[in-house]
């Protein structure tokens, strides 16, 4: 009998397989390789589509070998694969699209490493922080490519800062979650994004310039569309036939998502499946409908939408916050269709607890606030920190969690005095 663990384990490794094998059936030969050269000497600074610095293929298999590499260490580590690991596996694989790649990502999870060293900790407990770490991996790029110092001595100081901010993470994102109360489901997201004001702002008192940058593919994406469409329906029928069916799944549509909401711990594995592959298909006809374009980043943002639907996404709690920021993004100046728009529906769904927990209209408001914030928030941390939307959605939770605690206090109060008013009568 195979252990739920290792069904995910070979479920993912042969994801990462079919990815690189795609990518280089997009761009066979010589083309692929001098793809890959050009994404791992990219800054790779916000937002850099890796589909456009080095080909839809080289991109596809980025992901692909980053997502290999990173769960043959948690292999490694003997990690067990719970919500959270299986949440940062794809999350890395979806910015591997955008922003990491295996030299920009490692010095990051070594830093985390020898924190659990430090701390004597087992590595296997923090496997899925060591994931999300890389989130600042355009940091260490920045550091090596993007500073024009002398090589040798660039890669010295991209290695040194990539260990120390994984170093710090952990206690560091362990004492964020307090301010928006696990409603931001991207807490390490949030972190990298303090940390990340700090590198830019530090580099810039210096004269070093930190600008996020906008490398976004446009070429034909049919063939991007269908065979991620395909995927996630085949994934579908797959955890349908698991699961013989949708039985129990109201148990994972009940759940708010705040963290943490581990699906995997109650749940069959069929019904997992079946919710990622699910928001992997709103998500991917959402972009198709409003007549987005299919890229690096949009690719990324649908992955990591499916990443956190074993860890605190699902249909009902992700919609309201989608709506939210498409109905603004129609009233505002920014266009609705422009990948920037996408990317903060998509990423916003971080929000979800808010709506899991709060209902739809507060799922409205939190995508009215959070396409605000986000749309502006990218200059204090000039790229560095990939989960943009983790700093604005942390910002956005700490601003109406408070209000929203505050009115549903109010309610409870005022419905404990009409009970006691008609005990009274």
């Not at 397989?17 to 990518?23: A, D, K, Q």
């Not at 090596?144 to 206690?171: C, D, Q, R």
């Not at 013989?244 to 581990?262: C, E, H, P």
């Not at 699910?278 to 890229?295: C, M, R």
């Amino acid at each position: 009998m195979i252990r739920s663990s290792d069904f995910y384990y070979r479920g993912i490794f042969f994801i990462s397989v079919l990815m690189m094998v795609f990518g280089y059936f997009l761009q066979p030969g010589y083309a692929l390789i001098d793809g890959l050269i050009k994404i791992n000497i990219s800054p790779s600074v916000l937002i850099s589509d890796y589909m456009e610095i080095g080909g839809p293929g080289a991109a596809y298999f980025n992901s692909g070998l980053v997502l290999f590499i990173t769960l043959l260490i948690a292999k490694r580590a003997k990690a067990r694969l719970s919500g959270a690991l299986i949440a940062g596996l794809f999350t890395v694989a979806g910015f591997a699209f955008f922003g990491k790649n295996l030299i920009n990502s490692l010095p990051l999870m070594l830093g985390v490493y020898l924190y659990t060293r430090f701390q004597g900790l087992n590595l296997a407990n923090l496997m899925h922080i060591a994931c999300f770490a890389t989130g600042i991996s355009p940091a260490v790029s920045f550091f090596m490519f993007g500073m024009g110092l002398n090589l040798y001595f660039s890669i010295l100081l991209s290695l040194v800062a990539g260990i120390i901010i994984g170093f710090i993470i952990t206690p560091l994102s362990t004492s964020m979650l307090n301010f928006h109360k696990g409603y931001n489901l991207y807490n390490v997201g949030f972190t990298l994004g303090i940390i990340g004001l700090g590198v830019a702002g530090i580099l810039r008192m210096f004269n070093y310039q930190v600008d996020t940058v906008r490398y976004v593919y446009e070429g034909d994406d049919s063939i991007v569309f269908i065979s991620t469409l395909v995927f996630f329906v085949i994934l579908l029928i797959y955890g349908l036939y698991s699961n013989k069916g949708l039985k129990g799944y109201n148990n994972i549509l009940s759940s708010s998502g705040q963290l943490v909401s581990d699906f995997t711990l109650e749940n069959h594995k069929g019904l997992v499946i079946i919710n990622m592959s699910w928001l992997g298909i709103i998500s991917t006809l959402y972009v198709k409908v409003i007549g987005g374009q299919f890229n690096g980043p949009v690719l990324g943002g649908i992955l990591t939408i499916v990443a956190f639907g074993a860890f605190g996404k699902h249909p009902k709690n992700v919609i309201p916050i989608i709506l939210g920021v498409y109905l603004t993004s129609l009233i505002n100046k920014y266009d609705f269709k422009s990948t920037e728009a996408i990317l903060i529906a998509l990423f916003g769904t971080t929000l979800a607890p808010i709506s899991g927990k709060f209902g739809i209209f507060a799922g409205l408001l939190a995508g009215f606030v959070h396409k605000g914030i986000s749309s502006n928030i990218g200059f204090v941390h000039g790229g560095m920190n990939l989960y943009n939307n983790g700093l604005a959605g942390g910002f956005t939770a700490g601003i109406l969690i408070p209000l929203f605690e505050l009115f549903e206090e109010r309610k409870k109060e005022n419905e404990q005095r009409k009970r006691q008013g008609k005990k009274n009568m």
